[in-house]
């Protein structure tokens, strides 16, 4: 299949609502409590949508996000996710074609809007930030730091979560838990992140990759309980580093079985931010790969 064709359109409007509509994701409405949530073959960079797709995108995030649904309270007695189940609802039977891949039915939550990110190496952003003013997040570091090194503990950096269009901005840890208003709460998204964090690059590590850093969502039921939800540990939320190169690329980028390789293209031609940028097909192919190869080494199943 063709980057064009991965674009395909799912249309169910006509048997369920719509309710959002994200870059990556859309949204429909099961019921007052359900959502059913579409991962479509979209890719974004630097906070732009691509126009064209990556085949087999949406399908293989969702697996993967179910892999760790599914895998993660095992390690986290405590921990609650948004995802309910795979099948389909009965307005949707039979099903569309290529929607049962791309779909769960998770429940509907109030979100807390931060991007709980949780950082274990430095690199990207907050390597940046590091090399202006010596911090990340605004949290001090020692110095002597070189890119993509492992860090001293893995740490809660979170950004905001902003509107559609516009950009995600690093804050300080003290600035979410404003943001978040609730002490409780706060506290409980920090250490159920560190704790997600630490299960998942421990899982990853033993099969050979880093989890350099990744970003979780939480929300809120009606009785207050904090729950993961939106897509977890993918590509798309997360850096994925072959374990084998990293000490020998200490210093310098790391290669990555994300998007990364999309964003140094991006950086390459000049293209960073820009709209409407058509990725080649070699781009789309190389990238397609890299996110079965990072399903496939972090599950243990093939793709
Ligand atoms: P990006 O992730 O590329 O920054 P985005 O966050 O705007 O884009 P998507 O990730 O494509 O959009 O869509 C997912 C949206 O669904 C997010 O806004 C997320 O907060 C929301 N969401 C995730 N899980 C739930 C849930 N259980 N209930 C309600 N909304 C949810
Ligand atoms: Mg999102």
Known sequence: MSSEEALVKIDIGDKLPKV???KVRDLYAIDDNTLLFVASDRISAYDVVMENGIPGKGALLTSMSKFWFTYLPTI????????LTSSLPAPLTPAPPHLSPRAMQVRRLRIIPIESIVRGYITGSAWAEYTARGTIHDIALPTGLVQGQKLPVPLWTPSTKAECGRKDENISPHA???IIADDAVAATVEQLSLAIYKAAAARAEARGIILADTKFEFGLDERGNV????????????RFWPRESW???LGGPQPSFDKQFLRDWLTGEGLKGKEGVRVPEEIVRKTAEKYREAYEKITGEAA
């Open 20 to 22: 959002a509509s994200g």
């Open 76 to 83: 986290i007695p405590s921990l609650q996710t948004h995802y």
């Open 176 to 178: 979410a838990r404003t």
């Open 227 to 238: 729950v993961l939800v939106d897509e977890v540990l993918t590509p798309d939320s997360s």
């Open 247 to 249: 000490e020998a690329n």
